[in-house]
């Protein structure tokens, strides 16, 4: 997980306050204490020191009324969904006494509380507060504006670690505190991860603003990442759900900074945000224009770059059950496969095959280096993720490994 | 000679091309020549080591699996880098590497607009890693993902250099540029079959014993392993993945927009390699593997076929534009070879594997005339040409040779395929609905009128009579040397393939008759 989110730093290198990387190594920090807790203190706390600096961070273009916007709601959704993980903590906590994972499940093992209403309920809570976190569907509103208002490597660095740090809340609380309700919670999250998916790439085939098609192709994204989860609560097999997921979220990290490199690339080149205006861009600068087209086929999940893999481990953890949720929801991750195609691959088709605005302009395409090195890193992992996953899938199987005992 | 046989040969023809591709995209845009001459020596070198493998193919044994090997890939699937080929896939390899030497002599002198060596010779050569490498690929995984590999590069050579003309197409608003349409309807119609292809391929591994290996699937599938509604849906699923490649009716409606939009190379692989894909996936993973399904789903496929081979002819008398008049051509010869499959006889499938290469041969040489032609005459209207004999004597004579192969006359490679379908079909393996068979039988032969029907039509049109007036002043150029030296060889292999059939039943035969024996007991 540290190596995971530790890419993000190189992104940054283009602001120099020294408050800008205060509260990223804080919400770092928090995202490390997420991972390591065990009690449900702790990973509160986690949670938000890892979400307040962002609040800030997305505001952080002060004369920008979009920034100001998208970081008022994700400050007000933030505390929403602070007080709803809240509150599932606090009936957790009277139910049970305890705050310490293991503790809690012992209680509820030793008194069969597994299918209380109250737990159900607390589960209930602690999916929609994190949900927010991770966006999704019907918790997802505030992304794009968010998304498309903060500086770009904060959008970057929300849509990829602040994910993360959700999703591993979400595993570690799902499968430490709640898994004994797995059976309720995985219908609820299965069907949230299938609204997920298709919401966001419906609304994400009609987007012009390439920041916002990749909020919500990223929250399609996130519901590809959920789908597993869902199915292992209902089968009790975690091992193998949380394989798959944290898998995807590993590939999906590094192409997805790929992504943002690139229209962070673009936009400063072109000082438009329509990517339709993009037309042949690729001609002035190939290098970006391969890098480009790499992140996002890898993104719509084309052999042999790293995404395949990513949305085969899924499809390979739903079906592995013959589970009819598990079947029903690989067929609709595969039609919005196939959907997703249609907007990953249009922005290739405009950066490539459009004609160019102007052909006469003479413009130099900037590239600074630091950016090359973050392009060549995530450019380079995402082929071996591709080619050979072994290694990735390694860093699911430890996880699993660790969660599952 | 020991790296030939150890699968280090097979890799070498799979990868080559690719690492090629990779050292091109080096070399500075300015060294034209260079980037030529790079490509042209890397594909010859692909073509050579792929024919050095045969004089090491175990003929005698065509039909055991030859000159691979397996080493662990993905461990935590169990998914290996398994390759070998057999006597079904040697024909169908060699073919890859030929053609593709073909259509990069061909480049040379006849780039598309935006001429653009670099990029294009690169997109070639990486589609050939994609083509060959399916069809080496002994394990489902790594078949898949070379199976996708080819969508790529053919999407940008769609997109990039394929047709410029505006048109209006149902269900959009703007007029949109015909490549912009045909490359993403290639892509999307492709990614739809092969999404739920990779769904049937899960659903085998977890009934089967966990491993994706083909080899160990068809003895399990064999031994029955497969059974009831599963079963049938992993079928069935297969069936979308190939029958969209293939591409067999009602699911054909993206290849006559690839076709036309596509550069002149770019349609001479798709029909020669990538359109066989499909039918070799039939042949060499949903048949094996599952047997009893495919005995089920037999009729269907026939009567698909039927009505492909019938829509494609009729559609073809509908044409006015030369290479979609070829486009829809393929559709009625895919649907020959679809119904050699579908009889499950030895006969059939040996017809498909016949038809195959003969289909890339005659279709492939078909569309690089009309490639060549529409260049000459900036027209594809077959309204407005005419009299091409007089005014390119050469070009119009292999168009008239090959016009004649690809109707079936005897004597040249498309007879075989389509007689051969026809006799599978007549007598189908025991157990299946004769008369269907014979319908979809009787269908084929009504076809085979329709073909020469059109053909001779086609030539008709474009071949005879006087040139009209629009072309009498203008200067034309009859083909040069490049373009003779990527056609005369498939010429010289249609004739070759025409009066020694054995060249392909040779390896093919003992192959196709062990995996019906093994899949239907004798």
């Known amino acids: 997980m540290t190596f995971l989110l530790s890419i993000n730093f190189i992104e940054s290198d283009k602001f120099y306050q020294g408050e800008y990387y205060y509260l990223l190594l804080s919400s770092l920090l928090g995202a490390l204490v997420v991972s390591s807790s065990r009690d449900l203190l702790t990973i509160f706390i986690g949670i938000e020191l890892a979400s307040t600096p962002m609040f800030l961070l997305s505001g952080w273009k002060k004369g920008d009324r979009k920034s100001n916007e998208g970081a008022i709601k994700f400050f007000l959704l933030g505390v929403l969904s602070a007080s709803l993980i809240l509150y599932g903590f606090s009936l957790i906590y009277g139910l049970t006494g305890q705050l310490v994972f293991a503790d809690i499940s012992a209680y509820l093992l030793a008194n069969s509380l597994g299918s209380s209403p109250v737990l159900l309920l607390s589960a209930i809570l602690v999916i929609s507060g994190i949900g927010f976190k991770i966006s999704v569907v019907p918790f997802h509103s505030w992304a794009p504006d968010t998304y498309e208002g903060a500086p770009l490597p904060i959008t970057a660095y929300l849509s990829v670690s602040s994910k993360a740090t959700g999703f591993v809340a979400l595993i570690v609380l799902l499968t430490k505190v709640f898994e004994s309700s797995g059976q309720s919670w995985g219908v609820i999250l299965a069907i949230v991860a299938g609204a997920t998916m298709t919401l966001g790439n419906l609304v994400a085939l009609q987007q012009t603003n390439p920041v916002r098609l990749l909020a919500y192709s990223s929250i399609s994204q996130a519901g590809f990442i959920i789908a597993p989860l869902a199915v292992s609560g209902i089968t009790g097999n975690y091992q193998d759900g949380i394989f798959a997921s944290v898998t995807y979220l590993i590939i999906y990290a590094f192409m997805n900074i790929g992504a943002f490199l690139s229209v962070h690339l673009f936009t400063n080149f072109t000082k438009s945000d329509n990517f339709y205006e993009w037309g042949g861009i690729a001609k002035h600068s190939p290098l970006a224009g391969v890098l480009t087209t790499v992140f996002f086929f890898s993104l719509a999940g084309i052999p042999p770059l790293g995404g395949w893999f990513a949305k085969f481990v899924v499809f390979r953890s739903l079906l592995s059950t013959g589970e009819i949720i598990g079947i029903s929801l690989a067929i609709v991750g595969a039609i919005n496969a196939v959907i997703a195609l249609v907007y990953y691959a249009r922005i290739s088709k405009v950066i490539w095959m459009d004609e160019l605005k102007n052909p006469e302009e003479e413009k130099s395409f900037e590239f600074q280096s630091p950016l090359k090195v973050v392009g060549a890193l995530t450019v380079l992992i995402t082929f071996v993720a591709g080619i050979f996953p072994g290694i990735f899938s390694y860093l699911g199987e430890v996880s699993s490994i660790f969660f599952g005992n | 000679m020991e790296l030939l046989t150890n699968g280090t040969g097979l890799t070498a023809v799979v990868f ?4 090629s591709a990779l050292i091109l995209t080096a070399i500075p845009k300015s060294q034209e020549l260079l980037i030529k001459g790079f490509a042209l020596v890397s594909s010859i070198v692909t073509f050579i080591l792929s024919a050095l493998l045969l004089p090491q193919f175990d003929f005698s044994n065509a039909d055991k699996l030859q000159l691979g090997n397996k080493i662990s890939w993905i461990k935590s699937i169990n998914a290996n880098y398994e390759i070998g080929i057999d006597g079904i896939s040697l024909p ?26 670099k990029g294009f010779l690169a997109l070639i050569l990486v589609l050939e890693t994609g083509m ?14 070379f199976f996708e590999i080819v969508l790529l590069p053919m999407y940008f050579m769609i997109g990039i250099w394929g047709d410029k003309t505006v048109r209006t197409v149902a269900g959009f608003k703007n007029q949109i540029e015909t490549r912009l349409y045909a490359s993403i309807k290639f892509f999307v119609f492709t990614l739809f079959g092969s999404a739920f292809m990779l769904l049937g391929f899960l659903g085998l591994y977890y009934r089967g014993n966990r491993t994706f290996s083909i080899p160990e699937l068809i003895e399990l599938g064999t031994n029955g392993a497969f059974t009831g509604t599963f079963a049938m849906l992993v079928f069935a699923v297969l069936f979308l993945g ?7 009716w009602p699911l054909h409606t993206w290849l006559p927009d690839a076709h036309t939009a596509a550069p002149t190379v770019g349609s001479v692989l798709l029909a020669a390699i990538l359109l066989k894909l499909g039918s070799y996936g039939f042949v060499r993973i949903a048949i094996p593997i599952l047997p009893e399904q495919a005995k089920a789903w037999a009729p269907a496929i026939a009567i698909l076929s039927a009505i492909g081979i019938i829509y494609g002819s009729l559609a073809c008398l509908a044409q006015t534009d030369l290479k979609r008049l070829i486009a829809f051509s393929s559709v009625g010869h895919m649907g020959f070879v679809m119904l050699g499959i579908a009889s499950l006889t030895p006969i059939g499938i040996n017809a498909a594997m016949i038809g195959m290469v003969a289909h890339g041969v005659i279709t492939g040489l078909l569309f690089f005339l009309s490639g060549s ?12 040409l005419g009299g091409n004999m007089k005014l390119l004597p050469k070009t119009g004579a292999l168009l008239g040779f090959t016009a004649m192969a690809s109707l079936g006359l005897p004597g040249l490679a498309g007879f075989w395929g389509e007689f051969m379908a026809l006799l599978g079909a007549f007598n189908p393996l025991d157990g299946l609905n004769v008369t269907v068979f014979r319908g979809s039988m009787v269908a084929g032969a009504i076809g085979t009128v329709l073909t020469a029907g059109y053909l001779l039509w086609m030539l008709q049109r474009v071949n005879l009579g006087e040139p009209s007036d629009e072309w009498k002043e203008m200067e034309l150029h009859d083909a040069d040397g490049y373009e003779l030296a990527a056609w005369i060889p498939l010429v010289i292999l249609t004739i070759l393939i025409g009066v020694f059939p054995k060249l392909i039943f040779g390896a093919t035969n003992d192959a196709v008759v062990s995996l019906l024996s093994k899949a239907f007991g004798g």
Request: hydrophobic letters at 55%.
């Open chain 2, 242 to 248: 190939f029958a969209v490649k293939v591409p067999m």
């Open chain 2, 132 to 145: 060959n490498g399916t069809f080496v690929a002994l394990d489902l995984i790594l078949f898949f993902v």
């Open chain 2, 92 to 117: 169908l390899l060699i073919l890859s590497t030929f053609i593709t030497v073909l259509a990069i002599i061909y480049s040379i002198e006849h780039l598309p607009e935006p001429k653009s060596p």
């Open chain 2, 373 to 384: 032609m529409a260049h000459t005459y900036h027209t594809r209207d077959m309204g407005r």
């Open chain 2, 16 to 19: 080559l091309p690719l690492i």
